[in-house]
């Protein structure tokens, strides 16, 4: 069973960084693409950035392009999103996904994502 759990959250000031974690089990890295989506207040769930963790490939929103980056490192079948130059945009529950897939996808940020973490907090107050 594919769990994933989040960590590295917290409250920051504008323009700060913060580096979250997903450390996942239950599956082997290689046939899966992992995600970050968030959720700020009043709003829809929004897709933040996926990587393709057999060949590393990543998307990215649009709102966090330049700023955000993800990587993966299989040896420790962790994920980790590197966020940089926050805004109070960005606050929000962050959760990690996982979904299997025969081959890396062009745009990982689209479709279902069937495994999920609990979620963590990210506030960025000016």
């Known amino acids: 069973q594919v769990q994933l759990v989040e960590s590295g959250g917290g409250s920051v000031r504008a323009g700060a960084s913060l580096t979250l974690s997903c450390a996942a089990s239950?599956?082997?890295?290689?046939?899966?693409?992992i995600a970050w989506f968030r959720r700020g207040p009043g709003r829809e769930r929004e897709g933040v950035s996926c990587?393709?963790?057999?060949?590393?490939?990543?998307v990215y929103g649009d709102s966090v392009k330049g700023r955000f980056t993800i990587s993966r490192d299989s040896q420790r079948d962790m994920v980790y999103l590197q966020m940089n130059a926050l805004k109070p945009d960005d606050t929000a529950v962050y959760t990690c996904?996982?979904?299997?897939?025969?081959?890396?996808?062009?745009?990982?940020?689209?479709?279902?994502?069937?495994?999920w973490g609990q979620g963590l907090q990210v506030t960025v107050f000016d």
């Open positions: 996904a996982a979904r299997y897939t025969l081959s890396p996808q062009a745009d990982c940020l689209a479709g279902e994502y069937d495994a």
């Open positions: 239950g599956f082997t890295f290689g046939h899966y693409a």
């Open positions: 990587i393709n963790d057999r060949d590393g490939t990543t």
